[in-house]
């Protein structure tokens, strides 16, 4: 079965900085097309914050162009997401998304991060 598992939420001041990542178990990285990470602010609902397909180029979302980087370690079935210059408006729950070449897709349970003074 997959799943996945984020790792890399917290508490950070304005302007800080946080990693997170996000490692898919139960599937092979050959048989994984897209990877992504989403992100949920309380009360909203459920954007796509950057993705980075198999081989392609990456996407971003307006908001995050710039600070954000996603990147992937197909050794390792890891997907990261480098986040810098941090704004309040960047608090949410951060979701590892991922699409497998049969169709399906997996969520992980979500990391916390929290950008507050």
């Known amino acids: 079965q997959v799943q996945l598992v984020e790792a890399g939420g917290g508490l950070v001041q304005p302007g800080g900085s946080l990693r997170l990542s996000c490692t898919a178990s139960?599937?092979?990285?050959?048989?994984?097309?897209?990877m992504a990470w989403y992100r949920q602010a309380p009360g909203k609902g459920r954007d796509r914050v950057a993705s980075?397909?198999?081989?392609?180029?990456?996407n971003y979302a307006d908001a995050v162009k710039g600070r954000f980087t996603i990147s992937r370690d197909n050794a390792k079935n890891m997907v990261y997401l480098q986040m810098n210059s941090l704004k309040p408006e960047d608090t949410a729950v951060y979701y590892c998304?991922?699409?497998?070449?049969?169709?399906?897709?997996?969520w992980g349970k979500g990391t916390l991060v929290t950008v507050s003074s």
């Open positions: 139960g599937t092979s990285s050959s048989s994984i097309t897209f």
């Open positions: 998304n991922i699409g497998l070449r049969v169709g399906t897709t997996y």
């Open positions: 980075i397909p198999s081989g392609g180029h990456t």
